[in-house]
Each structure stands twice: as C-alpha cells, then as structure tokens.
C-alpha cells in the first residue's frame, strides 16, 4: 500500500487481553480505501476480536487504530465518527426481532441520525431493494430464513451510509444452501468499490473478491498476501496447514 | 447432477389434510385408567360436597326483600348487597357527589379500553394516560369548577382500589426499570443503590410497609409537615410494586442477547436510545406472564390497606355488613367483593394471554 493518507483503517502494533489470555499480539494492519481483505484462520486466532476492535466492541488496551484518519481513543465524539464510517454484520445477524423488516433499516437511521421517518423509510425500501428482498419489508426478522435476515442485516448497515464495512464471519451460521445469496450480496457490494473487511472461511469468495488475504493463528498476523499468491503459493508453513485443512 | 445421469423421477404426493385423531368414548375417558377414574371419583364427591354451598347461594338465597328481617334464615342474602350496593362500590364518598367517582370508573376503563392494542402505545398514550390521572384526582378533589371538595378521609370503595392498583403500578412502572438498568450497571453506585432498596423493599411484608407509611412516616417528618395519609399509603404500595417489577424486569433484561446492544452500538444508536427502543421492548415482551402475575397480586394487595383505615372497596364491604339492621351478612360482602376482585384479575389474566399470542405470532411463518 503506498500512499499513508489514503487509508481508511490503520492497526498498529495493536495488544488486546481477555484477562490474562493474550488474544491479539501486536497486530499491523493498513486497509486502504476501496481495498477488500479477507481474514480467515483457525478458530480462536483472534480474527472476529480484531474486527470488533475497529468499531470499538472490543477494547484494546495498547496499540492504536484509526478509521479515515479519525483515532480510536477514550474519546466519545471518535467513537461515535468511527461508528458513522463503519457499517458491521454479524454472524447472528443481530437484527431487531421486536420490528418489522423495514422497521429494523428505518429506526436506527431515526435514533442515530434524527432523520425524519418518512425519509428513513424511502432509504430502508432503497437498500432492501437492493439486496433484493423488498417484499418481505414488512414481516418480522423471525419469519424469515437465515439467507433472507443475513441480507436484510446488510441492508440495515447500508441505511447508515457507511464508507467502510465490516463482515464477522457472515456466513457461518446459514445453511449451506443460503451461503449464495449472500456472498452475492457481498460480491455487488465489493463490484461498487466499498471498503470491506471480510472474516470468512469462503475461500471462493476470497479468491474472487479479496484485494489481500490475512491469515492469523494464536493472535498473531502470519501471512498476508494477494490471493492468487496466497492460494497457490502461501510463504508459511502455518498458512499451508489451515488451507489444506480447509480445503479438503 | 454427476451422480445420476437421468434424475430419478419421484411421483408427485397431493398434499392432504391429517387423519383427525379418533373421538374417545365417555366412558373410556372418565374411567379408562386408574388416574381418569380417582378424578371422576374426587371430582364427584367434591361436587357434591358442594351442593349446601350451592343450595346456600342459590335455592335457600333471599333475593329481594324491603324487610331485613326475612333474611334470617338459612340462605344468602342477596337483598343486602342489593341494598347496600352503593355503599359498598362508593364508600362514604357523599352520595350527591357519588357521579364524580362513577365518572372516574368510567374515564379508568375507557383509558383501559383505548389502551389494550400494542399498535397505540407511545409518548401520547402516556401523555393521555397522565391528563386522565390528573382529570380523574380532580374530580375526586372537587374544589374547582362548582364541585364541591371532598377529603380523602372521605374517598371510599371501588374507586379506591382501582386508583390505588392503577396509580400504585403505574408509577412504580418506571421507577422498576430504573432500578432494573441500575442492578444490572456497571457502575458500582447504582447497582449498590438499586440492588439495596430492592432487597429492602422485597424483604418487608407489606402491611409493614403500610404501617411505616402511615404511622411512622408522619411521627418522623419535622412539625408542621404533613403528606395525605392516602398519598402515604399510595407511596408505600408504589415502592413495593416497583421493587417487584423490577425483579421481573430484570429477569427480562438477561433474556436480551449481548448481539442486540452490539448490533446498536455498531449503528451508532445512543445507549439510552438503545435501552428504550431496542433492549426495553424486547425484555418486557419475554416478561408479561410474571408482569401480569405481579400486576394482579397488586390488585389484590390494595386491599391491605384496610389494616391503616383506608377505606377502599373491601373496607367498606366490612362496614356494610355491620349494620345491625341487617342480620350480620359477612359472607354475602365478602363473596360480593370476591366476585368484583376476580372479575378484574380475570381480565388482566385474558389480556396478558391475548398479548402473549400476538407477540408469539411475530416469530412463526
């Protein structure tokens, strides 16, 4: 990555503990603008913990991240600019149960932004139209399938005009008949120029979408590397392992 | 599709309704195991044990008379309650006034009525909801407009148990979710505060606490001080009702997964703005069988008040049947007031269930 200011996400030399279990050791990592990264690695390496750090689920105790130039620090007003660049999706989809499809794109738009109802709305139907479920606006997230709430909880994100996204393993909790719809999802996304950090086992899509693979084991970045490079040709040891593990 | 060649052709199944389960003979389902029949034996011999009860209540009962004295013997009599209706629904509220405490039943279940469907509720239901209180206080008051006024020593009967049971809940209500955020902070003080005046509260037996309110209270405020011994007692029920629906709402809020506060954190949503809009409405709709549980124990708790000489409904059943002109009628009040008691919590116990299904319909296809 070459020019410094262009990037969106900056990790450096960032240490996190849970208790006295050192989960996150002294990782760098640069995202550009526009640049998308897979992070995949064995479970327990820290992958979903480094993401949710960016976004400040997680605290970090050493180290220090910026988003679009803004520091992440004790201060509330960062916290809140960084939450504005950086849409997120869960693995569990985390949607709303208690609203109504639109309901869960639309409220968050009011509570956070203090946008008008009507205008929150026009924008929940714009997005559910794009990930193509607009006709179910108006059931509940527990009448839908997992694929179905996966791309209504991408939608809701969307809503909130994020300039970088952030995926925690989106596919792991669907059936493996609804991991398609939304990877596709993701891929149009990716297709537009979103900046996207993807923790994810889908090496298809990590081939196919991913500017740079991330490989992390114990905490610890072992490999990062373009895809073709990374697949065909991984450097470390560690790295050859997890793939032919994962790939059977 | 490498497996097969030709993709194996699978016939085409109608869908079809279940076969309906068989109709059990009666006898079979009285007597078709040992279980079945020592039910239908007790259940038979409880019914029976009923029928005095029942000649007592029904057959033997003196419905209507202007004479009292013809209620002298074995049956109920009827023509009490008949006679002392408005006493007992009114209490010793002044009987040209007694419109106002009608008036104020009304204005109760139409708000009631008004706020049954989920669609209404929010900031102008409350609003609605504090208008109709402040309505309902003043014409009980009286004072103003041409009414006359009327102490609270005088409010009586009906009206006071449902104000009490209303006002005592309904203010408790947000003082109970503070106290539940407050236990589950992490923020030591709160959470020390809350989790004391809970305990506290839970381990008093209530007619304690009514005692405190309207005995202690007033000897421990400096002179020349004075609260409503009504007011009092109300505060005593509301600081119980709120320690025990913050328990309950408490219990609501560990049902709500750390996902749901992430998922607003990560959209940027202010974290009150997430406790009210997100966190709240899903802990409360896991809760409403123990919230309806506690909202009837409190309908019928109001009746302690007596022990402090409030007079509400039960009260002024008591005094009814005191009147010697009258063959000492105590069951015939009591059961009269039962009947209103249950009519309530009935309903409170129908809605609850009407809620729970509406609620539950959201999660299926």
Redesign the interface.
């Known amino acids: 990555m070459t020019v410094n200011n262009l990037n969106a996400i900056e990790v450096a030399a960032l240490d996190k503990w849970y208790g006295s279990f050192h989960v996150l050791k002294s990782i760098d990592l640069n995202v550009a603008t526009g640049e998308r990264i897979v992070v995949c690695g064995p479970s327990g390496s820290g992958k979903s913990t480094l993401i949710r750090c960016i976004n400040r689920l997680e605290e970090h105790q050493r180290g220090n991240i910026s988003v679009n130039g803004i520091p992440l620090g004790d201060s509330v007003k960062n916290l809140d600019a960084i939450r504005r660049e950086v849409g997120m999706v869960f693995q569990h989809f985390n949607l709303f149960p208690h609203l109504t499809v639109k309901e869960n794109c639309a409220l968050p738009q009011i509570l956070a932004r203090g946008k008008r109802r009507r205008d929150a709305e026009e924008m929940a139907m714009h997005f559910l139209g794009k990930v193509r479920i607009p006709e179910q606006a108006d059931k509940y997230p527990g009448q839908l399938s997992g694929g179905q709430q996966q791309r209504v909880a991408i939608a809701r994100a969307l809503c909130m005009t994020p300039k970088i996204m952030l995926f925690d393993e989106p596919t792991s909790a669907l059936d493996p008949e609804m991991v398609k719809e939304v990877l596709d999802t993701m891929v149009t996304l990716a297709e537009e120029g979103m900046t996207m950090i993807v923790v994810t086992h889908e090496m298809g899509f990590a081939r196919r979408v991913a500017d740079r693979v991330v490989f992390m084991e114990a905490g610890q970045v072992i490999e990062i590397n373009e895809p073709a490079a990374f697949f065909d040709a991984p450097e470390q040891e560690s790295t050859r392992r997890f793939l032919a593990n994962i790939m059977h | 599709m490498t497996v097969f060649d030709v993709a194996p052709t699978v016939a085409h199944i109608e869908p079809s309704a279940p076969p309906k389960p068989p109709h059990k003979p009666l006898l079979q389902l009285f007597f078709g195991d040992l279980i079945a029949s020592v039910l239908t034996v007790s259940t038979g011999f409880l019914l029976i044990l009923m029928i005095p009860a029942l000649n007592w209540a029904v057959l033997d009962a003196v419905w209507a008379t202007d004479d009292p004295s013809t209620c002298r013997d074995g049956g109920a009599c009827w023509a009490f309650i008949a006679a002392k209706f408005r006493f007992i629904i009114f209490g010793v509220y002044p009987p040209d006034e007694q419109w106002r405490p009608l008036l104020v039943m009304g204005l109760i279940l139409a708000m009631i009525l008004a706020s049954l469907s989920p669609r209404l509720w929010g900031q102008r239901l409350i609003a609605a909801w504090i208008a109709c209180v402040a309505a309902m206080l003043t014409l009980m008051w009286g004072g103003v407009l041409g009414m006359a006024p009327v102490p609270t020593s005088s409010w009586g009967g009906l009206p006071v148990t449902l104000l009490l049971a209303l006002l005592s809940l309904g203010l408790g209500f947000p003082f109970a979710v503070f106290l539940a955020l407050g236990r589950r902070s992490s923020l030591p003080i709160p959470r020390m505060l809350s989790l004391m005046t809970i305990e506290l509260v839970r381990g008093l037996p209530l007619v304690g606490l009514l005692f405190v309110a309207s005995i202690l209270l007033p000897l421990l405020l400096p002179a020349g001080w004075s609260i409503d011994k009504l007011g009092r007692t109300l505060a005593a029920l509301t600081v119980f009702a709120a320690a025990y629906l913050a328990e309950v709402i408490r219990g609501g809020l560990q049902g709500v ?1 750390a ?2 506060i ?9 974290g009150w ?2 406790v009210w ?2 966190v709240l ?2 802990a409360l ?1 896991k809760v409403i069988p123990p919230l309806t549980n506690t909202a009837i124990v409190m309908v019928k708790n109001t009746s302690l008040v007596l022990i402090v000489g409030v007079f509400d409904m039960l009260s002024a059943a008591r005094v009814a049947a005191t009147d010697p002109v009258w063959s000492a009628p105590y069951v015939e009040s009591y059961v009269f007031v039962a009947l209103i008691y249950f009519l309530i919590c009935f309903g409170i116990s129908n809605y609850s269930r009407w809620l729970e299904i509406r609620v539950q319909s ?4």
């Open positions: 997964p996902g749901q992430e998922a607003a954190k990560a959209l940027g949503i202010p703005k997430a809009h997100i409405p899903q709709q959201r999660s299926y296809r």
